[in-house]
C-alpha cells in the first residue's frame, strides 16, 4: 500500500503494532510515545512474524482503538483477519519476505522509503514537532536512510560527512542503550572481519556467533570504508546468511535460485538473506555462492 496523508485518522484513534528489535524500530517508537500514539511494543527479534505475536487481539480489544499500524510485522492472513474484524489496517514496512512484496509501491512502482520515514509521513509528524521533542529532523531520518540503504543512502540523499556522523552516533546511542553487551558483539565482529575472505569480487565475512553479529559486521564495514563493496555474511555457524550491497538484478538472481523457507530481501532492495533458524531446509554459504556464479 502507498503510505501517504489521505484520510489519516487523529492519532487518538491509533494503535501502533512495532518490535523494539533495531535502531529504527526504536526511533519510531519514540516518536510514537511523543505523539501520543498508543503502543503494542513487540519483543519479538528480526523476523517477527504477526501471527507469532501473542496476545494481540486480546491487546487490540483492551486498546479499543479502531486503526491498527504494523511495523515490519508481516502476515497477511492475519491482516486480513483484523481488517474483518473492522479495523483500519495500515502497514509501515520496506521489505521483502518470500512471496510477500513490501518494497515496492504498487501505485508508483517505485521503491519505499524505511520505516521511520514512512512512519513519520503517516503520523504526520513536523520538523518543529521532532525539533520540539529535542531531535534534530534531518538525523532522525538518517536513522532510518541508514536502515534502509546503509552509508551509501545517506551519501545519495547529500548528506555531509558532518551530518553522517551525528546519525552514527545517535545510532550508537541508541544502541548502547538497547543492547548493553554491543561492545562485545562489535569486537567479535572485528575479530571476525580480520578473517575475512574474498572470492570473485566479494567479501566474505564468517562467524560462529549469531544474534545481531551481521548488524555488527556491516558497522564494521563502515569504519573500514567498505560499505560499498559486495559481501556475504554468514552469521551463527550458518544460522543467517546475507548477501549485501548489491544489485536489484542480484537479489533477484537470489530469489530465483534459492527457494529457502525463510528468505527476504532487505536494505531497498539491495540486500538478500536467509534465516535457517527452525527450518529442516537450510541455505548454505554454498548455496548462495553456486547462485551468485
Request: hydrophobic share 35%; net charge negative; glycine share 6%.
Amino acid at each position: 500500500m502507498s503510505v501517504n496523508n489521505e484520510g489519516i485518522n487523529n492519532r487518538s484513534s491509533v494503535v501502533l503494532l512495532c518490535p523494539d528489535n533495531d535502531s529504527e524500530a526504536h526511533t519510531i517508537l519514540a516518536l510514537a510515545e511523543k505523539a501520543g500514539i498508543a503502543i503494542i511494543r513487540s519483543e519479538q527479534p528480526h523476523g517477527a512474524k504477526l501471527e507469532l505475536e501473542p496476545d494481540l487481539d486480546s491487546k487490540l480489544i483492551s486498546f479499543g482503538k479502531s486503526e491498527i499500524w504494523i511495523v515490519e510485522t508481516p502476515g497477511i492472513e492475519k491482516e486480513e483477519k483484523l481488517r474483518k474484524r473492522g479495523f483500519i489496517v495500515k502497514i509501515i514496512d520496506h521489505h521483502t519476505y518470500n512471496d510477500i512484496d513490501r518494497l515496492i509501491d504498487p501505485i508508483t512502482n517505485t521503491r519505499k522509503p524505511s520505516s521511520l520515514e514512512q512512519f513519520i509521513t503517516l503520523a504526520n509528524i513536523s520538523d518543529d514537532e521532532i525539533k520540539t521533542w529535542g531531535f534534530d529532523p534531518k538525523t532522525i531520518r538518517g536513522i532510518g536512510i541508514m536502515d534502509a540503504r546503509y552509508v551509501q543512502g545517506l551519501r545519495e540523499a547529500n548528506y555531509t560527512q558532518e551530518e553522517m556522523n551525528l546519525v552514527y552516533k545517535m545510532q550508537r546511542e541508541i544502541t548502547a542503550a538497547t543492547r548493553p553487551d554491543f561492545a562485545k558483539v562489535l569486537a567479535t565482529a572485528e575479530e571476525d572481519w580480520k578473517n575475512r575472505t574474498e572470492w570473485n569480487g566479494y567479501l566474505i565475512i564468517q562467524s560462529k556467533h549469531g544474534g545481531d553479529m551481521r548488524s555488527a559486521i556491516s558497522e564494521v564495514s563502515i569504519y573500514n570504508n567498505a560499505d560499498t563493496i559486495p559481501m556475504i555474511i554468514s552469521t551463527g555457524d550458518g544460522e543467517k546468511i546475507s548477501v549485501q550491497n548489491v544489485t536489484t538484478e542480484i537479489v533477484n538472481k537470489l530469489k530465483e535460485n534459492i527457494k529457502g523457507e525463510d528468505t527476504y530481501s532487505f536494505g531497498s532492495g539491495r540486500c538478500w538473506g536467509a534465516d535457517n533458524k527452525n527450518h529442516d531446509k537450510k541455505v548454505t554459504l554454498q548455496d548462495v555462492i553456486e547462485a551468485l556464479k
